[in-house]
């Protein structure tokens, strides 16, 4: 890496935004004169000490490929254009040998990497820097220097609660690749089911979707190929109703019910258990070649074990005191076998405690506190806090949380006090883990114990056909901040990249966008292009507030939840929203080309409540968002008249104005009632779980007029 840091010192002060619209941004970016390479013949990839050049033929193939999807162009065999790789080292891994150095020159292009993965990441920037070009490819000259910040970048899917086909996953990996991810986690068993078949025990797969170890070496080996680990969990001891409704002998029912149900978890104090997990993860573990192997260990509740008799056996033998000592002795015990299986094992936040192994890596997920208090501890670790998509917050908000911070991603002390002061459940479920007390930054050491970061999607509300469209494009945004110095945190050049990225990613291939219609055509068969309409410039609310069943179970009901409705068509961010808003900043600031194609925007926002409340008449699907319709009207309404007075060079009058503010208060409130974790529950969310988000933007305007 010397050569890398000498090169990197000499070009940082370049601004890294020169680059066209490259995710994640690199190190450095130097132009090389005012050449460029056009690329009229295919990309003939060349490289030497690489070692295994079946990966590298296959992933030549796959930028071609990516290359020809983007542009559309017939490219002429007879004017190839080399990309000529040398490694310095053959030894790869999903975070071996990242870093590379690539130049764009009239000859061709040239890559210095560190090994083959870095290859593969410089393959990554390669399509980017073609872009979606059907007039052409023509790459400016330029030397790019590129290493990531943190060794370990990962994705989290859950397949556990619904069920995720191969196809879906593969889509997942491909796009990963081109963001230069290189770890996929995969949460592969929960209450709702274990996910990969089981020949030692096959009771676990009656019941419900699961892959085969077939298919199971098959995305192993697809993801590798790609530069990318899997890292399979099995949660243990809680989350594991399946293993127990499975295998009963194995667990501990608790007379203790929570949400209706009873409390479920591995029997601590069984040999059989343990007897059961030795012969289970020893069939697991070499599926998955990679050295790690996540155990979960999170959410165990204090009172499952309260009335098991062979528990209370077990701490007076072993001298523990409470439950949380029982979890910790079960941990370590689990702990030991991955580790005889020759694994290195991760597990949640609430391992830290638990004596494990010192080589155990801790994934902190509640608040930032959790990974400072581990890297205090020399504890290696993974954070996830701050990084949950299923929560459906925008790019910026996760984007704007740096993986070193000390205090960034969980309740404040003041909202956590005034949530434990509304009732005692709220009292008894915000725990301090939930609170991001003041912490000191990170000292030199502590940075060295954090290992990465990791963006989890959850999949209470995620299924198979909104997994593309609940990842991307937020999850590219993280690639930046997992990968891109810290200093890079230009929120609206973010915005600015993400939109090419996204379109990009759509063309090779993401179902993103094919969802939206997919879901709006199957609601709206007659639709006009105002469903479409309002779903580009609304978003989901946040924070768990459109799972209804969480009401449910807290009313005492079990409700089964169709996520086919509005809300899960909309996108989280919608760049359309942002782009608008974008204008309307630049339209006050001067820029007054910009009116028409404002007026033009808001004149059709205006018109779209005429044309959906006439679709949605008769259609229990479309009825719940007519409120949503009539707010974007009167708001599309509102920056129409700003523009007026904008261009007449006259204020809005006083009465007008406050009307304006009322509104764009009105829509400001609705945002922010499920912004805060709880707050989603306590506050009332706008009709059909479905945000405005064209406020900001109208915002800009009545701002400038109402001057």
């Not at 170890?213 to 530069?227: K, M, N, P, T």
């Not at 502590?446 to 056909?465: H, S, V």
């Not at 509005?566 to 608008?580: E, G, M, Q, T």
Request: charged letters at 25%.
């Amino acid at each position: 890496m010397r050569y890398f840091g000498a090169l990197a010192a000499a070009l940082v002060a370049v601004p890294c935004h020169a680059a066209p619209a490259l995710m994640p941004l690199p190190v450095a970016v130097v132009p090389n004169g005012t050449g460029v390479l056009r690329v009229e013949g295919p990309l003939k990839a060349e490289w030497q000490g690489c070692g295994d050049a079946a990966v590298l033929d296959r992933a030549a193939a796959r930028l071609g490929s990516d290359v020809l999807r983007q542009t559309g162009l017939i490219l002429d065999p007879a004017k190839p254009v080399p990309v000529r790789a040398t490694c310095r080292s053959a030894q790869d891994g999903a975070d071996r040998g990242e870093a590379y150095r690539l130049t764009v020159e009239s000859g061709g292009v040239v890559i210095d990497a560190d090994g083959p993965t870095g290859v593969l990441r410089a393959y990554a920037t390669l399509r980017q820097l073609a872009g979606l070009s059907p007039s052409g490819i023509a790459i400016a000259h330029q030397s790019i220097a590129d290493a990531p910040r943190f060794a370990w970048r990962g994705v989290m899917l859950d397949p556990a609660r619904h069920f995720l086909s191969v196809a879906t996953i593969k889509r997942q990996i491909d796009a990963m690749e081109r963001l230069k991810f290189n770890t996929l986690h995969l949460h592969l068993s929960d209450d709702q089911g274990f996910r990969v078949e089981s020949r030692r025990y096959p009771r676990l797969n009656a019941d419900g979707e699961f892959y085969r170890q077939s298919e199971i070496r098959d995305l192993v080996a697809y993801a590798a190929d790609r530069g990318i680990r899997i890292v399979p969990e099995f949660d243990v001891p809680g989350h594991s109703r399946a293993f127990v409704t499975a295998y009963p002998e194995v667990g501990t029912v608790s007379k203790t019910m929570f949400l209706g149900q009873p409390e479920v978890a591995l029997n601590p104090a069984s040999e059989e258990t343990y007897r059961f997990l030795e012969r289970l993860f020893g069939e697991m573990a070499p599926l998955f070649p990679d050295p790690h192997f996540h155990i979960g260990g999170d959410e165990v509740s204090r009172t499952v074990w309260a009335d098991a008799e062979d528990v209370k056996a077990l701490m007076a033998r072993e001298n523990l005191a409470d439950s949380k000592a029982v979890e910790a002795y079960f941990l370590r015990r689990a702990a030991a076998i991955v580790r005889r299986l020759g694994k290195t094992v991760i597990g949640w936040e609430e391992v830290s405690d638990a004596g494990l192994p010192k080589d155990s890596i801790v994934q902190a997920w509640q608040a930032s506190n959790a990974m400072a208090d581990a890297t205090a501890k020399g504890q290696r670790t993974i954070v996830s806090a701050g990084y949950y998509l299923n929560l459906l917050m925008p790019a910026d908000y996760h984007y704007g949380i740096d993986p070193a911070a000390t205090a960034a991603a969980g309740l404040t002390p003041d909202h956590a006090k005034a949530l434990r002061g509304l009732s005692p459940l709220l009292a008894n479920v915000v725990t301090d883990a939930l609170v991001d007390f003041p912490r000191a930054p990170l000292s030199a050491e502590q940075e060295k114990w954090l290992i990465g970061a990791e963006a989890p999607l959850w999949g209470e509300i995620a299924t198979d056909e909104l997994i593309d469209h609940h990842l991307w494009p937020r999850a590219a945004a993280l690639a930046e901040r997992f990968w891109s110095p810290a200093s890079t945190t230009d929120t609206a050049d973010m915005y600015r990249r993400l939109a090419v990225v996204s379109a990009q990613l759509t063309v090779s291939g993401l179902d993103d966008r094919a969802t939206r219609q997919r879901i709006a055509a199957r609601i709206a068969p007659d639709d006009d292009g105002a469903v479409a309409g309002l779903l580009a410039i609304t978003g989901p609310v946040r924070n768990m507030a459109h799972d209804h069943r969480i009401k449910a179970m807290l009313a005492g009901q079990r409700i089964v939840q169709p996520l086919n409705a509005l809300a899960d068509a909309a996108p989280v961010d919608s760049l359309v929203a942002r782009r608008f808003a974008e204008e309307a900043k630049r339209y006050v600031g001067g820029e007054r080309a910009l009116g028409a194609p404002l007026r033009a925007q808001l004149s059709d926002w205006r018109n779209l409540e005429a044309r959906f409340t006439a679709l949605a008449a008769g259609n229990p699907m479309l009825e719940p968002a007519r409120p949503t319709a009539a707010s974007i009207a009167a708001a599309a309404t509102t920056g129409l008249e700003a523009l007026d007075a904008l261009e007449a060079g006259k204020p809005l009058p006083a009465a007008q104005a406050q009307k304006a503010k009322d509104l764009l208060a009105r829509l400001e409130a609705e945002e922010a009632a499920s912004w805060r974790p709880f707050d989603s529950f306590l506050r009332p969310q706008p009709a059909a779980d479905l945000i405005v988000k064209i406020g900001p933007g109208v915002s800009a305007l009545v701002d400038a007029a109402a001057r």
